[in-house]
């Protein structure tokens, strides 16, 4: 069974850091492009960046220079990690996985397909306060 389950959101003041894990189980990590998505209370659901399965990572143009995403050098999960955060950064962010491993969405400007995959985990919660 197909699992991702994020961790690491919290409430932190603006200019703060975070770090946001994605736990995964019951695939073969290695062979799949994976992407973190967010959103915001009243506002539509944005790509973050991803992580191809060649270990290249895209980014969106707001999280670019701010936004790092990495995967563990062993074992089966992706990281976050958020510098300067701003207000506007507050949302429940997502761990997706492509949907097939052929499917490759992670590139530049179409790593937003990603988003009809059926592989999403739970959320957490970032909320930035100024």
């Known amino acids: 069974q197909v699992q991702l389950v994020e961790s690491g959101g919290a409430s932190v003041l603006s200019g703060g850091s975070l770090r946001l894990s994605c736990e995964t189980s019951?695939?073969?990590?290695?062979?799949?492009?994976f992407a973190w998505f967010r959103q915001a209370p009243g506002k539509e659901r944005e790509a973050v960046g991803c992580?191809?399965?060649?270990?290249?990572?895209y980014y969106a143009d707001f999280a670019e220079g701010r936004f790092i995403i990495s995967r563990a050098n062993y074992g089966n999960a992706m990281y976050l990690q958020m510098h300067s955060l701003k207000p506007e950064d507050t949302a429940v962010y997502y761990c997706v996985r492509d949907l097939s491993m052929f499917s490759r969405n992670c590139q530049p400007g179409t790593f937003t397909r990603m988003e009809e995959s059926d592989y999403w985990g739970r959320g957490t919660q970032v909320t930035v306060s100024s």
């Open positions: 019951g695939f073969n990590f290695g062979q799949y492009d």
């Open positions: 992580l191809a399965k060649n270990r290249n990572t």
